[in-house]
């Protein structure tokens, strides 16, 4: 099931999409819900990020580009990192490029939507835990990373999280390829068994740390080929089985330079 977040005339409406048809849904997405017996054209209305999330945590340079390259030992603590809430956006809208730099980095991602409270999660039982998943884009500046290896404002900016189109239930996240055009050329391909840290380690691993809550969207890393780009460019992540998330950047706004 494709559930989608849109607005139609300045509403914001949450929806079951089916081909073109977007069926409207109300009451939790994650537990009790009906439709209303409302549908509406995908054409007709604008897709908004199909979440609202929780809380937004990325897991950092967890891809290798083949399999011969998976290391034999993991990693003791992984990488994470939260982005805002308020740098989530969603499909066409554009990805604002800060003001004091020319590019930014475009990292295409299968996003984990999480269903349920999740403590202490075992390996096995993760997707249990799984609502469902999306595609993200974890928009990067690394010029703007501390020299003491923080990420967080390098992350962090307006606009640096397009999720969408879709929050897909019916995914089997082990067999798909997350995918990345530039202006219509292919960067980024790979299948999620190139993942260093897989998501049921990850996710059982934040579940020891942390009770992961409905809503929460786990960002699971970017495969290689993430490139920087500037205004105009135009990036589409993909995954087969949930859609395209398109996205323009654009020139910017007020400076953060220094305070
Ligand atoms: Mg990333």
């Known amino acids: 099931m494709k ?33 209303t017996g409302n549908a509406f054209a995908k054409d007709e209305v604008k897709l908004l990020a199909p979440i609202v999330p929780n809380q937004i945590i990325g897991i ?62 075992p390996e096995e039982d993760v997707l249990d835990y799984v609502f469902g998943y999306s595609v993200g884009n974890d928009v990067t500046a690394p010029q703007f990373f501390h020299s003491d290896g923080h990420w967080t404002i390098g992350k962090a900016f307006d606009t640096f999280t397009p999720l969408g189109p879709v929050i897909e239930t019916e995914l089997d996240p082990f067999s798909v390829h997350v995918e990345a055009k530039l202006n219509g050329e292919e960067k980024q391909n790979s299948n999620t068994d190139l993942m260093i ?54 020139a910017a706004r007020e400076s953060v330079k220094s305070v």
Request: proline share 6%.
């Open 197 to 250: 840290i897989s998501i049921r380690k990850m996710i059982s691993y934040l579940t020891n740390v942390m009770t992961l809550k409905p809503g929460d969207v786990i960002l699971t890393g970017s495969p290689v080929g993430a490139e920087m780009v500037g205004p105009g460019d135009v990036i589409e992540c993909e995954i087969k089985g949930i859609g395209t998330l398109r996205n323009t950047f654009a």
């Open 60 to 121: 950092g340079a967890n891809y290798v580009s083949a399999k011969i390259d998976l290391p034999e030992e993991l990693p003791a603590i992984p990488v994470f990192f939260f982005k805002p809430g308020s740098s989530v956006i969603g499909p066409e809208e554009k990805i604002v490029i800060p003001k004091d730099i020319e590019q930014v980095k475009f990292e295409s991602e299968l996003a984990v939507i999480i269903g349920k409270d999740a403590k202490s999660v």
């Open 3 to 35: 559930f989608t977040r849109f607005e139609v005339e300045s509403t914001v409406h949450t929806g079951v999409m089916e081909n073109e048809t977007i069926k409207e849904i109300k009451g939790n997405m994650f537990g009790e819900w009906e439709f």
